[in-house]
């Protein structure tokens, strides 16, 4: 049987893979596993609960709201606001467990649910495993004043934008920016933090409805971005996807930037403030080969991990590094954050702009990004990948083909039934064709 958690927690089509009976489930397991743990020894445990704002989460957050009281579990329920903000709360207040129901940047049917430990930091395999053991069993639960008693604490998101704000080294006064926060847990905190730092804020994607979340805005869907930023005649546009644990941007003239570039302005940043650790940032195999020479080219050290924010930080904490992430957008700074956050890389992107003085498209110049093709098969058996002799002998002749003037990388999705294809090379047509034939094997052979 395949891991139901996956590199973000657990996720699928809610009322279908996701059920209410899942969710409480989940949540009890979670707290089973804990206790035993000893993490509630000698006090009373306390959860805070998070959601995004599809439909589906009132229902997801019922169940897992029950489940965690069922299990003995005081819970602060935070209502609707990003990722980043329970981590952080979840540390901030104390916290003995963090949940959080999202599906990021996926569809609105989709949903999901991950947790956070004491101190703000997604749970490690072993513990999602052992909760994975755990589900359905038959537990004898506490009873009368051993229930969790449940409280609503939606005003706590202030504390999330007044640490945001207390992070930044000079306000945003001057700059004019679009926000698209793609239908999601940021429509009302990402505006607000940006114009408290002093910015002109356009905001856009902001008006969720429960369905309309990722829908055609966010950071997996720019073209709506770009052209609000030309439209406005803004300085810079801020993409974040659901949940608001991803940052991509876009400069004045429309042009997107990843977050490989946005991890190399900052990197650059980062070391001229005397605040990145053996001038080291960790990223993922995924991140473009202009990324490592720029940071090669700037006299920094780049670590390498697979794909997923959760083996960014651990490689981070391992090494006593403060900054790393993904050309996807998640940027972890460890010393503002125990996870990706994308108002804080947006903030501090937008303070680097007004503290350089130089539009974003001549500080995005710090890198030269070669040409990447990805082509996400989607309905296939991405347990095979790794395993199948078809695609290891299409990979080795594209290898052959790129020598070592580009790479090829194939990933099964960690989130989806999804193999991602990716390929780059010195020229755009080739990394295509390469990539297209590569993609076309999965299809088949999988």
């Known amino acids: 049987m395949s891991r139901l958690f996956g590199t973000d927690g657990v996720r699928g089509v809610a009322n279908r893979d996701l059920t209410a009976r899942l969710a409480l489930d989940l949540s009890v397991a979670a707290a089973r596993v804990l206790g035993e743990a000893g993490a509630f020894e000698g006090h009373r445990p306390v959860a805070v609960v998070g959601r995004d704002p599809r439909a589906s989460g009132e229902f997801l957050e ?3 709201v029950a489940g965690l009281a069922s299990a003995g579990v005081d819970v602060l329920r935070l209502g609707v606001l990003p990722t980043p903000a329970v981590a952080y709360l979840t540390q901030s207040l104390g916290a003995d467990l963090g949940v959080m129901l999202s ?54 998101v202030e ?25 999601g847990a940021a429509s009302g905190v990402s505006p607000e933090a940006m114009r408290r730092a002093g910015a002109n804020v356009v905001a ?10 990722n829908d055609g805005y966010g950071s997996t869907h720019l073209d709506a971005l ?60 995924m991140s473009n080969l202009g990324f490592k020479i720029a940071m090669r080219d700037e006299g920094l050290n780049v670590v390498e991990t697979t794909v997923g924010d959760r083996y960014v930080l651990e490689a981070m904490k391992s090494g006593g590094y403060a900054f790393g992430g993904e050309q996807s957008g998640h940027v972890i700074m460890l010393d503002h954050a125990t996870t990706g956050d994308g108002l804080l890389t947006g903030l ?26 990805l082509i996400n098969v989607k309905n296939v058996d991405k347990s095979r990948a790794k395993t199948s002799p078809e695609l290891r002998a299409a990979v080795e002749t594209a290898e052959a083909e790129l020598g070592d003037t580009g790479r090829v990388l194939i990933r099964p999705s960690g989130t989806e039934p999804m193999v991602r294809v990716m390929v780059e090379a010195t020229r755009e047509d080739q990394a295509r064709t390469l990539a297209e034939r590569l993609a076309e094997v999965v299809r088949t052979a999988l």
């Open 62 to 64: 019922a169940a897992v």
């Open 103 to 156: 599906a990021s940047h996926n569809p609105a049917p989709d949903n999901g649910i991950k947790f956070f430990g004491r101190g703000g930091h997604k749970l490690a395999d072993q513990i999602e495993d052992q909760i994975e053991a755990h589900l359905g069993e038959e537990w004898c639960g506490p009873t009368g004043p051993g229930v969790g008693r449940v409280r609503d604490a939606q005003g706590e």
């Open 159 to 183: 504390s999330y934008i007044a640490h945001l704000l207390s992070t930044l080294p000079r306000s945003l006064d001057g700059l004019r920016v679009v926000v698209d926060c793609a239908h």
């Open 204 to 213: 856009i994607g902001a008006s969720p409805d429960g369905l309309n979340i």
């Open 226 to 285: 770009c052209r609000a930023v030309v439209e406005h005649g803004a300085d810079v546009g801020i993409a974040h996807d659901g949940d608001a644990d991803r940052c991509l941007a876009v400069t004045a003239t429309g042009e997107p930037i990843d977050g490989d570039q946005i991890m190399a302005i900052l990197a650059v940043e980062l070391r001229e403030a005397g605040r990145l650790p053996g001038d080291t940032v960790v990223a993922t195999v």
């Open 348 to 373: 501090h992107l937008l303070a680097t702009v007004a503290g350089r003085g130089r539009p974003l498209d001549e500080l995005a110049k710090v890198m030269t990004r070669l040409p990447q093709v």
